[in-house]
């Protein structure tokens, strides 16, 4: 009897509970199907875009209406994002012209799919670049040359070169290419002006005379120099050169930060390029490294100024860590190696000194071509163009250095078929014989006479103790000198450039403490 109550109980109780239930569910179902319904409805009405279709970004003035105008007379349709910003931004900088960007439509294969016929082909250019109709004597002209055989390319360059083309690019601010002068005269604004009566006083020190500052105030609003053409001028005048003779390095730098900046440098900043200087640095890049900058572009186009900057070309691989390691290891030995006669050569010699015999033995060991390559690739990717073979040199020291992880036991397998360039520039692992071979390699290469030597070491921390090491060696002028990249395993961190050898420093050579 109690089991059968309970039995109808609790099928009445799974009833209500399913009942309740199901209509919570078409409560709450129905309701998310309204909000389903009014969400697709929102999203419906938007307008739809395909992936051909272009994003409307495009501007009537300036820059921007220059752009636009191109896209609309020579491809017939409006800017997409990509090519509009990609145009805009290399002429706000200067890296392009508006001969550049035209002839960059009218070759593209968008532009050449129209097939145009000569006559529609001559009303374009008249349109882009004059901003006007053909008159009919012109547009005879050039449509005769092209049907006598003249090409399309060879006809733009009566364009380019007018003073029609000089006027309309300068109303929209920007350099035209050609060899046209414009006749319009342009407002100076106070940008422009502010611009160069701060060279003036914060390059020269002094007040700009009146005719000079309006003759540099018309050739920037003119667009016939960029703002760094304009501070070249001054940098390099003869008032400057013989304003900074005898002044500090850190005033040479800070007098660029507010040239360049409007702003004073932080101290990593000016002992970065103070460093710079003092160790071999010109003035030409230090110029280039401001006048290409991201912070001088910005404020050009803040003053309506086109930069001119060289973009990608002067993005020094040089930090402030190189700088402070460069100073304190290898700049009392710049001389040194700056003297030497170059031979460059792919082998180096192994002296193995670890024995007692009174003369080492020297093998002469050729590059393979996987470390030629690598050295070749570490030096395409790493070394600036005007280096000296010093510079190269100080900078493989330290690299290897910074970047290279000591080899243990396993990780010694991953390199050992490499050679000491490849294990090291390419796998970036070694122990002391792949970092300082590497180095004499590069030495060797670079046209440095320079040994690898198997030989002995004392332990800093246990001077009674000594461990097999190899190092590097360099010969100028008959005088060898220590070249040794560091270590970074049990016994520390050190690192010596062209270096005598001393006691201290606890090389071993054939059982004798070198020195």
């Known amino acids: 009897m109690r089991v059968s109550l309970l039995k109808r109980f609790l099928s009445l109780f799974l009833v209500v509970f399913l009942t309740v239930n199901a209509f919570a569910f078409n409560v709450f179902a129905s309701k998310a199907n309204d909000e389903y319904k009014q969400m697709r409805e929102f999203i419906d009405s938007l307008p739809y875009i395909t992936a051909e279709d272009p994003i409307l970004v495009s501007s009537d003035t300036g820059v921007g209406g220059f752009v636009t105008r191109l896209y609309r007379l020579a491809l017939e349709r409006e800017p997409d994002s990509a090519g509009y910003s990609d145009w805009c931004s290399r002429l706000e900088g200067g890296m392009s012209d508006g001969a550049t960007v035209a002839n960059g439509f009218l070759n593209s294969p968008e532009f050449i799919s129209r097939g145009l016929s000569n006559e529609d082909y ?59 002068t414009a006749t319009i005269i342009p407002p100076i604004s106070d940008g422009i002006t502010n611009f160069v009566t701060s060279l003036y006083e914060e390059c020269l020190g002094r007040e700009g005379d009146e005719s000079g500052i309006n003759d540099w105030c018309l050739k920037l609003a003119s667009q016939r120099a960029t703002g760094k053409d304009v501070a070249f001028g001054f940098f390099f005048s003869s008032e ?53 900058s991201q912070e001088f572009f910005e404020k050009c186009c803040a003053n309506g100024i086109i930069c001119g900057r060289e973009v990608g070309i002067h993005d020094s691989i040089i930090t402030d860590d190189f700088v402070r390691f460069a100073n304190s290891k290898c700049v009392a030995s710049m001389p040194l190696m700056e003297s030497a006669t170059l031979n460059p050569h792919n082998y180096y010699y192994l002296m193995d000194a670890r024995g007692s015999v009174p003369v080492p033995r020297n093998t002469r060991i050729n590059l393979t071509a996987r470390d030629i390559a690598a050295l070749s690739n570490f030096a395409n990717s790493h070394f600036q163009s005007d280096w000296t073979a010093a510079q190269k040199a100080v ?27 490849q294990s090291i520039f390419e796998a970036r692992i070694g122990q002391c014989d792949r970092y300082n071979g590497a ?60 270096v005598q050898y001393l006691p201290s420093l606890k090389y071993v050579k054939n059982g004798v403490v070198v020195g």
């Open 240 to 292: 400057f050169a013989s304003n900074i003779e005898d002044m500090d390095d850190y005033d040479i730098v800070s007098i660029f930060y507010e040239v360049f900046l409007d702003r004073t440098a932080s101290y990593s900043e000016l002992t970065y390029w103070v460093g710079y200087l003092r160790w071999g640095g010109d003035i030409s890049n230090l110029f280039s490294g401001f006048a290409d």
């Open 122 to 180: 001559v009303s374009i250019l008249y349109s882009i670049f004059f901003d006007r109709e053909p008159d009919p004597e012109g547009f005879e002209y050039w449509v005769s040359q092209l049907n006598n055989g003249q090409s399309r390319d060879s006809i733009i360059s009566g364009f380019i070169n007018s003073t029609e083309w000089a006027n309309t690019c300068l109303s929209y601010g920007i350099l035209s290419g050609g060899t046209g």
């Open 439 to 498: 180095m004499v390699e590069m030495l060797c290469w670079l046209g440095y006479e320079a040994t690898l030597v198997q030989g002995q070491r004392h332990k800093s921390n246990q001077p009674d103790v000594r461990f097999q090491h190899f190092w590097g060696e360099i010969t100028i002028d008959n005088f060898t000198y220590v070249m040794e990249t560091g270590n970074y395993g049990e016994d520390g961190n050190w690192a010596y450039f062209c």
């Open 395 to 421: 900078y493989t020291l330290y690299w290897i250095n910074r970047n290279v992880t000591y080899a243990t036991n396993a990780l010694n397998g991953v390199v050992s078929g490499m050679g000491y360039a």
